[in-house]
Every structure is written in C-alpha cells, then in structure tokens.
C-alpha cells in the first residue's frame, strides 16, 4: 500500500512539473511571439517601401539601371527575410495552439476537481480553496481563445490587483473595472434574449417534427429525405469544429475536444446581433442546436469572467 | 398469400434482430427513453366509411441509446381508435421504427439506417387493411461547410389488403443536394427514382421525379417542397404534381399554431387513375392538417387538430372528409 502511496506522489510531483514547463513554454513562447510579430510587421513595412521604391524606379524613364539592380536585389533578400519570419511565426502560433489546449484541459480538469472537493471541506478551509479556484478559473480565462474585438483587454484584467495599488491607480482601476462589467453585462443581456428566442424556436421544431410524425403514420417514409434528413447531426460535428477554432490552416479540422468555445467568435455574434459587424459567415452555417449550445457555453465562459472581475472589483 | 406473409414475417423479425444486435454491440451507451400517450377525441364528417364522433388513444414510445459515434433509437406506436356511429367500429394501427446512425468522425460521412413497418387496421373490414414496411440508408456526405450531398434509397414493400395477396414491392433512390445559404435558411435539390413490382403478377413500372425544397427556420418554421412525379412501365403512365408545405410559428410562450399540407395535382389533360390502379398515390388528392398545441406543463400539451383530406378518382368517385380532434399529450421521461 505505501508504495501505492509512493507512486501516486511521485506521478503527482512529475505532473505538476510536467504543468508547470507547460504554462513556463506557454508563457515564454507567448512573449516570444509577439516580438516576432512585431518584428514581422515591421519587416512587412519595410518591403512594401522597397516595393514602392521600385515601382517609382521602374516607372521613371531616366531610371539609373545599377541602382534598380541593387533594389531589386534587397528586395528579394527583403522578401525571403519575410517568408522566413512568416512561416517561423505559423509554427509558434501552431505550438501555442497546442500549449493552449493543453494548458485549458489541465486547468479544467483541476477546477472540476477541486469544485468537488470545495463542496466537501470544512468551511474554515475554504476560503483557501475559493482563491485557489478563482486562480486557476482566471488562468484557464487566459488561456482560452483571445478576444481581440471585446472592447476591454482580458489580459489587463487578470494583471489588475486593487490590493497592491496605490489610491490613483486604484481609482483608474475600479473605473476600469466597473467598465468591463458593463460590457460583460450587456453581452450577457444580449446572450439571454438570444437564447431565449431560440429555445422557443427548438421547441417548436420539435413540436413541428412530432406533428409530422403523427402525419407520417399514413406515409410511412415516404418522405424521409425532404423532411427527416436536415443534416443536423453532420452539421453538428462540423460546427463543433467550427466554433472551437480548432481548423488549421489547411481547413482540416482538428480535434475537437475538449469543448473550448471562441469567444471571439462570440464577439462576432454579438456584434452581429446588434447589427455593428459584417456577416460571419461560420457563425451562420451553424445549426439551430450547435449555435445554441455555443451561445450556452459562451454565457458559461463571460459568467465565469463576471465573477473574476466582481472579485477582482472586492479586492481579492 | 403466404409467401406474401412469411415475407413480412422475415422483415419484422430482420429488423428486431438488428435491434437487439445493435443493443447489445452498445452496452455502456447513454439512454434516453420517452413514454407518451395522446388521447384524442371529435368528429368525422364526410362521406367516409361512418362519419361519426372519433376517440383515439396513442400511446408512443421511444428509446434512444446514445454512443459518441453512434444513435440507436427505436420508436413505436399504438392506436386503437374507436368509431361511434350507427354501428360500432374499432380500428388500430401500429407504427414501429428502428433508426440507427453512425458517423465516420475520419471522414465527413454520415449514415443513418431507418427501418420500420406500419399496420392499419380495421376490425371488421379487412379489405381497408394497410400495411406497409420500409428499409433505407440515408447517407451524408459534407461537401464542404454549406454543401451537403444526401444519397439514399432503401426496398419498400406495401400490403393493400388484410389477406396480404395485393401488394406492391419497391425500390426507391434518391440523391439530393443540400445547400445552406445561412443558419435560417436552406434548399435541398435533388431526384427521386423508385421501381415498383405488383406481388404475383410480375408487372413492374417505374416512377421518377425531381425534386426541390426550401427551408426556413427564423422567428417561424417554413418549407415547401415540390415533386413532378413521371410514371412509366405497364401499370400506370402519367404525370403528377406533388406539393408538401409546413409551417409553425409560435403566437405566444404558451401557444403554437402548426400547418402541414400534401397537394397532389394531375395535368388537365391526363385521365385521373382508377383506384384499382393504386400504387403509392391516389388520384388527386388534398390534405391540410392544423394543429394548435397549447402547452399545460413541461410534460403535457392540449391540442386542437383540424384535419382536412379530399380525393377524387375515375369514374367520379369523390371523397372528402374533414375532422376536428381535441387531445392531451403527455410525455414521460423528458423530451
């Protein structure tokens, strides 16, 4: 039995080493990233100067033809410079993916596991755990899909401690703070509306498929292909993959557990909701049933960041 | 006769093994059983057999075992209807359907697999006794995020009599093209080609058509489809119109209004069909179905049916009828 026991502590102690490289590469790749994006763009600026240059040498009839040569020649030093950048940063953003996805099943399966446990301990206990909880549901916030279009920076809000700020910074915070909240709450409101007009809509497709049922008595299946063979189910798994984000860039989809709902993509929703954005396609290619259970996931995930924000608002 | 019967005996017994073949294939899967019963009460009116008041009980279940990649489900119905009139009627029928699908997760494939018979039956005249038992794959083919192929097509065979010595034995295709234009809406184009063989006497035909639907689904439900059916072979040579429509909206929280609808129309020029000539229509032939559903709670709907249905052959046999029926459904184990 104590060698059970020893085991058990041994592969706990590796796995908690194995996390923590993990969030270490994640957060070191992360970095490492966006200075290689920054330094992408900033090569992408410089070659489309070299462009215009040329192009201006080249409409110029009195063009001196040694100095186009040695443009033309940086230019496509310039370019494979850029390719280079290109693909180095299509490989991290690969390897994040997958950092990514690990990181959030990890997290995920921590919270599920410790939420169990919460229920169990001792009341003076708990306020330990709760904390313990709240870090990790705020950690799987960062490493869930970014939002680039919500208009508060998620990464901020995780950085922001009341606790530790003087009285300006306090103050800038809270303003902060108190703003993000609104605009959660407003999405969430958009959300429930949403929800609500399309719990409506499944409830009568089912009445409507039970009536035709009833009708189908007398035509058996005459009529499977008009009526019963919508490709809900199909669809269902291409939308999995779809709202998750997970299609590389081939388009081949990738796994799509576990369950990580884009709130990106739910930004896009929103924003189409209310009529201020262009029409998403992938978002309308999804059933009635998928885009429901995304719009359920997506209040899940923005609840959750209201939460984290509310604690964040008290001072924890 | 017998042959006729054995046959279906067969087919019943095939689908019930392949039930529990499936069952036990999927043991630790996820079930979800539902247990209904409708009880429906109203008028018959027309000149149909006996008009009179109508009540009818249905009782439906349903069972779906649920596995990551694959659907068993089964669904059956009972419904002894009882026909007050000048003199006492009783009819049943029986409805039984196995569906089975499975999705390739390797490929964008789906398959479904339906199979399922159905009984009308009348207790003292057998002659207006209806069987009829069906087999089909239904595959999905994605094409790309909005394209979708569906080919299918299954054996059919229909039973006219109670003896079991009219029957109709088909084969039917189909390939369809779905294309979603978004979330709400969508269009299904496609072709339809069943061959028909009469029971005993080797007659055979063909029957073929093409095939279009479009489907909305916003703050309301909304599909027409349409068939132009060509009938070829020794039975029976003509055209026919088909056009089927559904349409649900919601009125408010409680209450839903539902419209179903099967027109069938023949050229002007054709001569309308005999009866004896039956194979899978009847002549011109009209139904609208209305159903109000008024939910009462989670469980349990009230509902108003108007049924409407007319028909008209050869030799100037016209037939319409009309019914209004008020009933409670009750569903047991969640929907």
Same mark, same amino acid.
């Given at each position: 039995?104590? &060698?059970?026991?020893?085991?058990?502590?041994?592969?706990?102690?590796?796995?908690?080493?194995?996390?923590?490289?993990?969030?270490?590469?994640?957060?070191?790749?992360?970095?490492?990233?966006?200075?290689?994006?920054?330094?992408?763009?900033?090569?992408?600026?410089? $070659?489309?100067?070299?462009?215009?240059?040329?192009?201006?040498?080249?409409?110029?009839?009195?063009?001196?033809?040694?100095?186009?040569?040695?443009?033309?020649?940086?230019?496509?030093?310039?370019?494979?410079?850029?390719?280079?950048?290109?693909?180095? $940063?299509?490989?991290?953003?690969?390897?994040?993916?997958?950092?990514?996805?690990?990181?959030?099943?990890?997290? +995920?399966?921590?919270?599920?596991?410790?939420?169990?446990?919460?229920? &169990?301990?001792?009341?003076?206990?708990?306020?330990?755990?709760?904390?313990?909880?709240?870090?990790?549901?705020?950690?799987?916030?960062?490493?869930?899909?970014?939002?680039?279009?919500?208009?508060?920076?998620?990464?901020?809000?995780?950085?922001?401690?009341?606790?530790?700020?003087?009285?300006?910074?306090?103050?800038?915070?809270?303003?902060?703070?108190?703003?993000?909240?609104?605009?959660?709450?407003?999405?969430?409101?958009?959300?429930?509306? &949403?929800?609500?007009?399309?719990?409506?809509? #499944?409830?009568?497709?089912? &009445?409507?498929?039970?009536?035709?049922?009833?009708?189908?008595? #007398?035509?058996?299946?005459?009529? #499977?292909?008009?009526?019963?063979? +919508?490709?809900?189910?199909?669809?269902?798994?291409?939308?999995?993959?779809?709202?998750?984000?997970?299609?590389?860039?081939?388009?081949?989809?990738?796994?799509? +557990?576990?369950?990580?709902?884009? $709130? +990106?993509?739910?930004?896009?929703?929103?924003?189409?909701?209310?009529?201020?954005?262009?029409?998403?396609?992938?978002?309308?290619?999804?059933?009635?049933?998928?885009?429901?259970?995304?719009?359920?996931?997506?209040?899940?995930?923005?609840?959750?960041?209201?939460?984290?924000?509310?604690?964040?608002?008290?001072?924890? | 006769? =017998?042959?006729?019967?054995?046959?279906?005996?067969?087919?019943?017994?095939?689908?019930?093994?392949?039930?529990?073949?499936?069952?036990?294939?999927?043991?630790?899967?996820?079930?979800?059983?539902?247990?209904?019963?409708?009880?429906?009460?109203?008028?018959?009116?027309?000149? @149909?057999?006996?008009?009179?008041?109508?009540?009818?009980?249905?009782?439906?279940?349903?069972?779906?075992?649920?596995? !990551?990649?694959?659907?068993?489900?089964? @669904?059956?119905?009972?419904? !002894?209807?009882?026909?007050?009139?000048?003199?006492?009627?009783?009819?049943?029928?029986?409805?039984?359907?196995?569906?089975?699908?499975?999705?390739?997760?390797?490929?964008?494939?789906?398959?479904?697999?339906?199979?399922?018979?159905?009984?009308?039956?009348?207790?003292?005249?057998?002659? %207006?006794?209806?069987?009829?038992?069906?087999?089909?794959?239904?595959?999905?083919?994605?094409?790309?995020?909005?394209?979708?192929?569906?080919?299918?097509?299954?054996?059919?065979?229909?039973?006219?009599?109670? /003896?079991?010595?009219?029957?109709?034995?088909?084969?039917?295709? =189909?390939?369809?093209?779905?294309?979603?234009?978004?979330?709400?809406?969508?269009?299904?184009?496609?072709? *339809?080609?069943?061959?028909?063989?009469?029971?005993?006497?080797?007659?055979?035909?063909? /029957?073929?058509? !093409?095939?279009? @639907?479009?489907?909305?689904?916003?703050?309301?439900?909304?599909?027409?489809?349409?068939?132009?059916?060509?009938?070829?072979? *020794?039975?029976?040579?003509?055209? =026919?119109?088909?056009?089927?429509?559904?349409?649900? *909206?919601?009125?408010?929280?409680?209450?839903?209004?539902?419209?179903?609808?099967?027109?069938?129309?023949?050229?002007?020029?054709?001569?309308?069909?005999? =009866?004896?000539?039956?194979?899978?229509?009847?002549?011109?032939?009209?139904?609208?179905?209305?159903?109000?559903?008024?939910?009462?709670?989670?469980?349990?709907?009230?509902?108003?049916? %108007?049924?409407?249905?007319?028909? @008209?052959?050869?030799?100037?046999?016209?037939?319409?009828?009309?019914?209004?029926?008020?009933?409670?459904?009750?569903?047991?184990?969640?929907?």
């Amino acid at each position: 039995m104590k &060698k059970i026991y020893f085991i058990l502590i041994l592969a706990g102690i590796a796995l908690a080493q194995t996390s923590a490289s993990v969030e270490r590469e994640w957060s070191d790749l992360n970095r490492g990233y966006h200075q290689l994006k920054e330094a992408y763009d900033r090569e992408r600026a410089q $070659l489309d100067t070299l462009l215009a240059r040329i192009d201006t040498q080249k409409e110029n009839p009195n063009r001196d033809e040694a100095s186009l040569k040695v443009l033309m020649a940086e230019g496509l030093q310039k370019s494979a410079l850029v390719e280079k950048t290109y693909e180095e $940063l299509a490989r991290m953003e690969k390897r994040l993916l997958r950092l990514r996805k690990i990181l959030y099943r990890y997290y +995920s399966a921590r919270i599920d596991s410790l939420s169990g446990v919460l229920l &169990k301990t001792e009341p003076q206990n708990r306020s330990a755990m709760e904390k313990k909880l709240a870090l990790l549901r705020s950690r799987r916030l960062y490493v869930s899909p970014w939002i680039p279009e919500i208009s508060f920076n998620l990464k901020l809000i995780h950085g922001i401690s009341l606790k530790n700020a003087d009285s300006t910074e306090r103050k800038i915070y809270r303003a902060y703070l108190e703003g993000a909240l609104r605009d959660v709450d407003s999405s969430l409101t958009v959300i429930r509306q &949403k929800r609500e007009e399309l719990t409506g809509l #499944v409830k009568l497709e089912q &009445k409507s498929k039970t009536f035709l049922a009833d009708i189908e008595d #007398v035509y058996a299946f005459d009529d #499977v292909y008009a009526g019963g063979a +919508s490709p809900e189910t199909a669809g269902k798994t291409e939308a999995a993959n779809t709202y998750t984000g997970n299609v590389d860039r081939n388009g081949t989809p990738e796994e799509p +557990s576990p369950f990580i709902f884009s $709130l +990106s993509r739910l930004n896009r929703i929103l924003l189409k909701v209310d009529g201020r954005s262009t029409v998403d396609g992938n978002v309308d290619s999804l059933s009635t049933e998928s885009y429901l259970q995304a719009l359920g996931e997506g209040q899940k995930q923005l609840q959750q960041l209201r939460n984290d924000i509310l604690s964040r608002l008290k001072g924890n | 006769m =017998e042959t006729t019967i054995r046959k279906q005996a067969l087919f019943l017994c095939g689908i019930f093994g392949l039930f529990l073949g499936v069952s036990f294939a999927f043991p630790g899967t996820q079930q979800k059983n539902d247990f209904s019963l409708t009880a429906e009460s109203g008028l018959i009116e027309g000149n @149909r057999l006996e008009p009179g008041p109508v009540a009818r009980l249905v009782l439906r279940y349903a069972c779906q075992r649920r596995a !990551p990649e694959h659907t068993l489900g089964i @669904r059956t119905s009972f419904a !002894p209807e009882l026909l007050l009139a000048s003199s006492m009627l009783y009819s049943w029928r029986w409805n039984g359907r196995l569906d089975y699908a499975t999705e390739i997760n390797t490929l964008p494939v789906n398959f479904k697999l339906h199979a399922g018979a159905l009984t009308l039956a009348s207790s003292r005249y057998r002659e %207006y006794t209806y069987r009829i038992a069906e087999a089909r794959i239904q595959t999905q083919f994605a094409l790309s995020r909005q394209l979708m192929l569906l080919p299918g097509g299954g054996v059919k065979m229909q039973f006219f009599s109670g /003896r079991g010595d009219e029957g109709v034995t088909s084969v039917p295709l =189909e390939s369809i093209l779905f294309y979603r234009f978004d979330r709400k809406k969508n269009i299904a184009l496609g072709a *339809a080609w069943e061959k028909y063989f009469v029971d005993g006497s080797g007659e055979s035909g063909v /029957r073929y058509s !093409p095939v279009i @639907r479009f489907e909305y689904k916003g703050r309301m439900l909304f599909s027409l489809g349409y068939q132009y059916y060509i009938y070829r072979g *020794a039975l029976y040579q003509g055209r =026919e119109h088909r056009l089927r429509f559904n349409l649900g *909206a919601m009125i408010n929280r409680q209450v839903s209004l539902l419209l179903n609808g099967s027109l069938i129309f023949l050229p002007s020029s054709q001569e309308l069909r005999t =009866e004896q000539e039956n194979v899978s229509g009847l002549g011109e032939r009209s139904n609208i179905y209305l159903k109000t559903v008024y939910d009462l709670t989670e469980q349990s709907d009230l509902f108003f049916k %108007y049924i409407y249905e007319r028909d @008209r052959f050869k030799n100037d046999y016209k037939s319409f009828s009309w019914q209004v029926l008020v009933g409670l459904d009750y569903v047991y184990g969640g929907r």
